[in-house]
C-alpha cells in the first residue's frame, strides 16, 4: 500500500500537529518569484508525462483533496498546477451546499460518486472533510442532516473521523492515491485578498460578505484544522500543510509533491504481449504499402 513521500510539509502522522507552530510563509532560502514560476513550468511538465503513463497503466488513481480557508488559492492552485494535464485523464469536482439528494445518504456518498477510475486524476475543491470543518464550526447544520440518532457533540466528530479513515483505508487498499493539501494562508493575508476583491473591479465577482462573516470565526475553523489534520493524517493518505501567503512557493509545493508521488510509483507504460508485438513487422508492412488515397 502507497506510503506518503518525506516532505517538509507533511502532516505528522503521530497527532502532533499544531496550527500555531504551522508557517503560512515560504522559508527564509527560497527561491525568488521568478525562478518559482520556471520551476513550476518544469514540474508541469513532468506531471503531463507522468500522467500518460498513469493513464496507460490503468492500474492506480490518484485522488487530490484540497481545503483551506476562503482566498486561499485552492482554484488558482488547482488551474495552474494541472493546467499541462490531458484533460481526458482529469476531473475536478466543487463540494459546496449538500444538495436534497444528498443529505438523503451518508455524509460520504456525494464524493464516494465522484471518485477517480484507475489511470486518472480527481480532485477535489472541498470534500467530506466539510464535514468535520464547516459543520463543526456551525453545528446546527446538522439538523439538516437527518441523522437517525440524537446527535452526541463529544463523540460525532471522532466518530466521523473513524469513517473517513476507514474509507481512505479501503481506497488506498484498491489502489487510489490519495494526496491532501491544506493551503494555510494567515489571516492578515487573507484580509488583503479580501480588500483586493473589493477594491478591483474585475475581481468584485469574487467577493461574497459571507466570507467576512465566516472571518469571524477563525479561531474556531483553525481548531476544527488541527483535529481533522491530526486524525486523519495517515501514510496512506498524508495531509500536507502549504503554506500559502506567497501563491508562487504555494503552487510550486503542491506541484512538486504531486510529482515526487508519481514518480514514487514507479509507473511503467503495459508491456506489450510476445504474441501481438510478433505481428508488428505485418502489420507496418500493410500500413507502408497501402495504396494512396
Not at 480588500?195 to 461574497?208: Q, T, Y
Not at 506567497?246 to 510509483?265: E, G, H, W
Not at 504481449?273 to 494512396?292: S, T
Amino acid at each position: 500500500m502507497f506510503k506518503g513521500i518525506d516532505n517538509p510539509y507533511r502532516v505528522p502522522y503521530n497527532g502532533s500537529f499544531k496550527v500555531n507552530n504551522s508557517t503560512t510563509k515560504p522559508p527564509a532560502d527560497a527561491v525568488g518569484k521568478k525562478a518559482s514560476k520556471k520551476a513550476l513550468k518544469k514540474a508541469v511538465k513532468e506531471l503531463y508525462e507522468l500522467q500518460r503513463v498513469l493513464y496507460a497503466s490503468d492500474k492506480y488513481s490518484l485522488l487530490l483533496v484540497f481545503q483551506a480557508m476562503d482566498a486561499a488559492g485552492k482554484d488558482s492552485t488547482i488551474r495552474t498546477v494541472m493546467s499541462g494535464v490531458n484533460p481526458a485523464g482529469c476531473q475536478v469536482f466543487s463540494f459546496k451546499k449538500p444538495t436534497p439528494e444528498e443529505l438523503d445518504h451518508d455524509f460520504l456518498w456525494r464524493t464516494t460518486c465522484s471518485l477517480p477510475e484507475r489511470g486518472r486524476i480527481g480532485i477535489f475543491n472541498r470534500s467530506y472533510y466539510e464535514e468535520t470543518l464547516v459543520v463543526r464550526v456551525h453545528p446546527q447544520y446538522l439538523k439538516y442532516q437527518k441523522l437517525p440518532y440524537p446527535v452526541n457533540q463529544r463523540t460525532i466528530w471522532k466518530e466521523r473521523f473513524e469513517s473517513i479513515r476507514e474509507h481512505e483505508k479501503h481506497l488506498a487498499r484498491n489502489g487510489t492515491i490519495i494526496l491532501k493539501f491544506w493551503l494555510n494562508v494567515s489571516k492578515e493575508e487573507q484580509k488583503n485578498r479580501f480588500l483586493d476583491r473589493l477594491n478591483v473591479p474585475e475581481k468584485n465577482w469574487k467577493f461574497s460578505s459571507g466570507d467576512v462573516a465566516e472571518r469571524q470565526h477563525w479561531n474556531e475553523y483553525m481548531a476544527a484544522y488541527q483535529a481533522a489534520l491530526n486524525a486523519t493524517s495517515r501514510a496512506h493518505a498524508p495531509w500536507y500543510a502549504i503554506p500559502a501567503d506567497n501563491k508562487p512557493f504555494m503552487r510550486l509545493t503542491v506541484a512538486q509533491i504531486i510529482v515526487d508521488t508519481l514518480k514514487s510509483l514507479d509507473l511503467k507504460y503495459p508491456a506489450v504481449g510476445v504474441e501481438e508485438k510478433a505481428k508488428f513487422d505485418e502489420m507496418r508492412n500493410i500500413l507502408e504499402n497501402e495504396p494512396a488515397g
